[in-house]
């Protein structure tokens, strides 16, 4: 079993033309599905700490993986008795199933057992599943004291993050070969608990990844408040956002937080932010290194000049809250220059309209559409660049459903934009100090607190 973290995330199409491939320079699929169900076995032995073990196994590979893991289980004295739903539908799967020699229980009358390993379904759903599945599923879920996935829970759809079903919740998921876009896309990846990666040795690649510890910029002996990265502020309507923003800019590293607004001498928070009434000439001076722009602006026509001023300075912009509701994702794509949308889902959709598409995908096409990195934020924050590469997070601390955290995150990425690092990776850094800030704050933080403890993290 290996982190997540910075792994690539396969489609169930990737997936598939992945292990065709690897079959092209010579694997076998029996050989793949040998190291999947190996490895599966090794990670249950672990988890399952010698208490009994019940393997439900399915018509397909997944029930294949299933079968190599209960053999493998039981050469190793491991008590493990095996369910089966269908007969097996290809020759690698009946290969698999003639590995275990112990009896296969009746679907129907299966008992639960301490550790339900479900085998039943993996990237090949393509419907959903009959509830008689379902219920045998959730009942022996219900009674288990561990519950452990192989590849997927069975009911959720692979690449969208869907529920085909009333899928119970898990405690590990053990993906083989890769891991897959619905262990990170919500309202699946709350079902998947904690998702394990099984190598099954096959060269895997492409645009979307698992989110990673970031390359943070620090300062050294030459460093001065300049070079550790200026950024600008435009505040508006609601100044608290505004301070919020400039407050994460600060902690998050930037060497320089201009706040600029008509209300000189209204400081509400740290003194070390530099307070300066805003004039359109205040965001040309070239060693600004990001613009926030969008937590409290409002939407009335000083926001609308604010905004344009923004977007004819040159400077990399970091756009947010009111900002999103203001601009046309038109106008973005003829915009030339450095650009991070930070949209939550309401102000997606207001931009970029509903659709049946994933989100994965959704933050892809409208990163291509605005010539921008698009932070599409919530529970499963996705980031994708203009060139379709995708970053996929780990859940964060629910907590951050509070008003302000968002303001946070404009001047934490704004910071790193700031300091030097590239959209994508600022982006993607600023995500993650986010995160980990929250995760630091524990329960019922406020945004201010989440904007403070944002030092620690960079400590
Ligand atoms: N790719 C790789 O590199 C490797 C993949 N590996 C493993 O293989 C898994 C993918 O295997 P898979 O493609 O056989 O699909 P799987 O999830 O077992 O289910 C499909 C079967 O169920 C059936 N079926 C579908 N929906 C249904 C429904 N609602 N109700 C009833 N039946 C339904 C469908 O038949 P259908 O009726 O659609 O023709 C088919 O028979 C993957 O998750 C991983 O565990 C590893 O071994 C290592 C290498
Ligand atoms: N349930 C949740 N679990 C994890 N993160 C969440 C959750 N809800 C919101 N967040 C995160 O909190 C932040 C909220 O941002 P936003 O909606 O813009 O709030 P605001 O406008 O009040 O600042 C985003 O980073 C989002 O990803
Ligand atoms: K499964």
Redesign the pocket.
């Known amino acids: 079993m290996i982190p997540s973290a910075g792994r690539p995330v396969l489609t169930a199409q990737a ?2 033309a ?2 065709a491939a690897a079959m092209a320079a010579g694997t076998t699929e029996i050989a ?2 040998r190291r ?2 190996e490895g599966i076995a090794q990670a249950i032995l672990r988890l399952a700490a010698g208490r009994p073990v019940l393997v439900l196994c ?8 299933g079968f190599v893991a209960a053999a493998a289980l039981r050469r190793q004295r491991q008590p493990v008795r095996v369910a089966a739903f ?1 007969e097996p ?2 020759e690698t ?1 009946r290969w698999a199933r003639s590995l275990w020699d112990g009896p296969v229980v009746s679907w129907d009358d299966v008992a639960p057992a301490p550790v339900l390993v479900d085998a039943i ?10 509830e008689r ?1 379902m219920t045998v599923l959730r009942r022996c879920a219900d009674a288990a004291i561990l519950r452990i996935a ?3 829970p069975s009911g959720i759809e692979s690449d969208a993050g869907r529920l085909l079903a009333d899928v119970p919740a898990f405690d590990v998921t053990l993906a ?2 890769a891991i897959k876009p619905s262990h990170l896309v919500q309202p699946a990846a709350r079902c998947v608990g904690q998702v394990r990666l099984i190598d ?1 040795g ?1 060269p895997i690649g492409g645009g979307a990844r698992v989110a990673s510890l970031p390359r943070l910029p620090h300062p050294d002996a030459s460093s001065h408040k300049y070079s550790r990265g200026m950024v600008a502020i435009v505040a508006g309507a609601m100044g608290g956002a505004a301070e919020l923003a400039a407050t994460a800019a600060l902690r998050a590293g930037a060497g320089y937080v201009l706040h600029l607004d008509d209300r000189t001498g209204v400081a509400l928070g740290p003194n070390a932010i530099v307070r300066r009434s805003y004039t359109p000439e205040s965001l040309t001076d070239n060693r600004i290194g990001a613009i926030v722009i969008g937590p409290g602006l409002g939407r009335d026509d000083t926001a609308r000049a604010r905004l344009g001023a923004a977007l004819g300075s040159g400077r990399p912009l970091v756009i947010d809250g009111d900002a999103l509701r203001l601009i046309e994702a038109m106008a973005l794509a003829d915009h030339i220059g450095v650009k991070i949308l930070t949209p939550h889902g309401g102000e997606f959709a207001h931009m970029f309209g509903d659709s049946d598409a994933s989100k994965p995908e959704r933050a892809r096409k409208a990163a291509a559409a605005t010539r921008s990195v698009v932070v599409f934020k919530g529970a499963d924050t996705v980031i994708a660049a203009p060139d379709g590469r995708t970053i996929f997070f780990p859940p964060a601390s629910p907590w951050l459903s509070t008003a302000g955290t968002g303001d946070v995150l404009a001047g934490t990425i704004g910071a790193m934009l700031a300091a030097g690092l590239d959209p994508l990776e600022a982006a993607e850094a600023g995500v993650w100090l986010h995160g980990e800030a929250a995760r630091r704050c524990g329960a019922a933080f406020i945004a201010d607190d989440l904007a403070d403890a944002l030092s620690a993290v960079r400590g």
């Open positions: 997936m598939r992945a292990e793949l599905m999947a169900g399915g018509p397909g590979h997944n029930g294949g993986d269908g539908r290809s799967a379904f993996g990237t090949g759903l393509s419907r959903a599943p009959d599945i192989v590849d997927l083989t070969g099954i096959i």
